[in-house]
């Protein structure tokens, strides 16, 4: 019997929680358990598509030597726990990459409270890349279209 090296094993029961959504689950989910409005729904689907590909496990390791976690790409420079950074949302960066987004959530909400504190109202997406080059500019109304049906309170046209 072969054994595994422990930080391997690790790595493996870590990626066991990981989920990868579809576009309209992902939106369905912020907007059914964690109430977001669809003006920031649109926002936050734009952002994990273009980020993550929607994967609760992405891990980006940067030019600095930070590195950027889970659905959001969340940085350990500031943003989350690591022996690298300030840990401003109060949580070790494993916890960005279950597939329990509540973790993700709240921590990308507090960025964006955070980078708009700093850089003004409206401005609080603008800390991902994603947001700057794939969705500031688009009509974020068309891009979810799918997911939304016309005249419908439901986030699903079926």
Do not use: H
Not at 20 to 27: L, S
Not at 84 to 113: F, H, Q, W
Not at 116 to 140: F, P
């Amino acid at each position: 019997m072969r054994v595994l090296p422990l930080a391997l094993l690790v790595g493996l029961l870590a990626v066991s929680d990981a989920k990868v959504f579809r576009k309209c689950e992902f939106a369905e989910l912020l907007e059914t358990r964690y109430y977001l409005s669809r003006n920031d729904i649109k926002n936050w689907v734009c952002i994990a598509e273009f980020e993550s590909s929607f994967n609760t496990a992405a891990i980006n390791r940067n030019r600095n030597r930070s590195t950027d976690y889970g659905i959001f790409q969340i940085n350990n420079k500031y943003w989350c726990g690591s022996d690298y950074g300030k840990n401003v949302c109060g949580i070790p960066c494993s916890d960005l990459m279950s597939d329990d987004i509540t973790a993700a959530v709240r921590c990308a909400e507090t960025v964006r409270r955070d980078t708009e504190r700093y850089k003004g109202r409206g401005k609080g997406y603008t800390a991902w890349v994603a947001y700057n080059s794939k969705c500031k500019n688009r009509d974020l109304d068309q891009y979810m279209a799918e997911c939304w049906s016309r005249g419908s309170n439901s986030i699903f046209p079926f």
